[in-house]
């Protein structure tokens, strides 16, 4: 373990805790017999100084205890975030695609919390409690094994109710995880879906939707209140009986005289003690089965594999050839590439047209790994694609799509995202994405910081910032996933041009809805319900392919 160190001082700040605490009980002893009774001045003195003690090395132990346990329960959460945060960005995109976001920052931010409180909080006490527990129940028997017999009896009785409530605890603290998770979930989703909302009026219907969740988190987590509200009350019935019964029993020998009155009430004072540490004990073990459950739900994440690994050939050339033979790719039982080959070489720019839902973007997906075929085989220079490592076949491929991404930075750093900032390579990317002209107006140029959802931005800015990325990265592979579909046609065009001097050096492949865009592409595939139905240029296409002579029409 990485805090020793950490661990032993906690350890003696718990042990000097619970030697105080036997420490105070000790004391009334002297305090009855030798002073009160026996009436001895010194003892009067020595008392008060004595009283002093023991508190100082109670409060300094709990200070030495709190401290050091917090700073590694604290370390502790800090590093299992970050080892999450890692885990959970390498996952496949299809992880991301079925969980909600809300879901995953529900996981990372309360259950965590949820585990920070066990380790900070509940283990400390639970040990420190029971450490007392031990100390006083040793000076308890010490004091009068006779006595103590009887209160050791029933004490177990107690623990039967109270293991029955843990159970109870452990069911509602699920509950109310699970259901503060879908809670968290439609709030990303109501905040993220807003302008469909404000623009349809359905404030109502959403908010309807939300206070159904908000209310069943509120039902389980009262009823966790409910239970532990339960385990003061048995406890302290209970507790009553075993002190009535030490009471009688007690009296009975001071009365005749087998027992000093001071003993006694040390003694007695000694079994009051116990009871807080008692009854911290059980509500502790409650709330431990709060974060069994996180723990459980946290392990779930961690332990999960992407399908899609890394190969370990390092691709050290620029992209010469992709080649498809014989493909399949499914989502589920659904089938989204049917059996496509096709052999795309350096110089080529390669244009996919097809109905909605044909698999286009399922095929540019599989060029970038998002997901990998289920039958046949892509290559890359000749090389399986799955026995490359990913971040050296990521190096080439540059990916625009649909969906700008905008880091929260300046727009320097956004185009040179992931490599060094080459400040004049920064200015003619953007110039070549015609993105220069409205950057420029910018009181601090390429040092401007974008807002990440890209509020600042228009649709077409964003596309020509996207843009302006793919260049700057220097591919050997672009894919365009409808990368230019915000642009008006004036820019489109100009941006068409721009690629133009590039596109004989590397392969592009364009998905575009647009056949205006990809008119003078080399190939043109034309997608139908996953399988390539026809493949030429535009002009023998118009000729020979019925499917394509209906896009073009539309
Ligand atoms: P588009 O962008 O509307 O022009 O259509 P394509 O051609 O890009 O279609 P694509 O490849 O996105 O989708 C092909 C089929 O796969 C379509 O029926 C929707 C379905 N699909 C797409 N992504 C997923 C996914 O992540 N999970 C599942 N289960 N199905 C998906
Ligand atoms: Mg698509």
Do not use: W
């Not at 009774?37 to 003892?43: G, H, Y």
């Not at 509200?229 to 020998?253: K, Q, R």
């Not at 015609?434 to 600042?456: H, Q, R, V, W």
């Amino acid at each position: 373990m990485d805090y020793k160190r950490e661990f032993i001082f906690a350890i003696v700040g718990m042990l000097a805790v619970a030697i105080g605490t036997a420490g105070t009980a000790q004391i009334i002893k002297p305090t009855l017999d030798n002073v009160f009774v026996a009436k001895d001045a010194t003892m009067l003195s020595i008392i008060p100084f004595f009283l002093i003690v023991i508190f100082s090395i109670k409060g300094v132990g709990q200070y030495i205890q709190t401290y050091y346990m917090s700073y590694i329960g604290l370390d502790v959460v800090r590093k299992l975030r970050d080892d999450l945060v890692t885990h959970l960005t390498y996952q496949d995109i299809a992880f991301f695609n079925n969980m909600h976001s809300g879901e995953i920052l529900s996981r990372i931010t309360n259950d965590i919390t949820r585990i920070q409180n066990v380790v900070t909080t509940i283990i400390p006490n639970f040990i420190r409690e029971s450490l007392t527990i031990v100390a006083l129940t040793i000076y308890v028997i010490y004091e009068s094994p006779k006595l103590a017999l009887y209160f050791l009896v029933i004490m177990p009785l107690a623990i039967l109710p109270l293991s029955r409530l843990a159970k109870k605890m452990k069911k509602y603290s699920k509950l109310s995880q699970e259901s503060t998770s879908t809670m968290i979930s439609r709030l990303g989703e109501i905040f993220s879906n807003i302008e469909v909302i404000k623009s349809n009026s359905t404030q109502t219907i959403e908010s309807n939707k939300f206070s159904q969740e908000n209310y069943s988190v509120f039902k389980y987590l009262i009823k966790q209140v409910k239970v532990n509200a339960l385990t003061t009350p048995i406890m302290e019935i209970l507790g009553s009986i075993a002190i009535g019964v030490v009471i009688y029993i007690g009296g009975t020998e001071v009365i005749e005289d087998r027992m000093s009155v001071g003993s006694f009430f040390s003694f007695s004072a000694a079994l009051f003690m116990l009871y807080n540490p008692i009854k911290r004990v059980s509500k502790l073990y409650n709330k431990a089965q709060d974060a069994v459950i996180a723990n459980y739900r946290m392990h779930q994440l961690l332990n999960m594999k992407p399908k899609v690994v890394s190969g370990d050939i390092v691709l050290n050339n620029r992209i010469e050839r992709v080649v498809f033979r014989n493909v399949y790719l499914n989502y589920e039982d659904k089938r989204v590439i049917d059996g496509v080959s096709i052999d795309i070489k350096r110089g080529d720019s390669i244009a996919l047209v097809g109905d909605s839902g044909a698999g286009k973007t399922s095929f540019v997906n599989l060029l970038v790994r998002f997901y990998d075929a289920d039958m046949g085989v892509i290559s890359i220079n000749g090389v399986n694609i799955k026995e490359l490592t990913l971040s050296s076949l990521h190096k080439e491929i540059a990916f625009v799509t649909q969906r700008v991404h905008i880091f929260n930075d300046t727009v320097a750093n956004n185009i040179a995202y992931g490599q060094e900032v080459d400040r004049k390579r920064v200015v003619e990317a953007l110039k070549k994405a015609y993105a220069l002209e409205f950057i420029e107006k910018y009181e601090n140029g390429i040092d401007t910081i974008l807002n990440e959802s890209g509020n600042n931005l228009s649709g077409g800015q964003r596309q020509r910032i996207a843009l302006a990325r793919a260049l700057y990265k220097n591919p050997s592979l672009l894919i365009l996933d409808e990368a230019t579909s915000a642009l008006d046609n004036k820019s489109e065009l100009l941006i068409q041009r721009a690629l133009e001097s590039i596109r004989d050096k590397i392969i592009t492949v364009t998905v575009a809805h647009r056949l205006s865009t990809i008119e003078d592409a080399d190939r043109i595939l034309v997608f139908k319900n996953g399988k390539i139905i026809c493949s030429d240029t535009h002009q023998n296409l118009l000729n020979s392919c019925n499917e394509y002579r209906k896009l073009a029409k539309l």
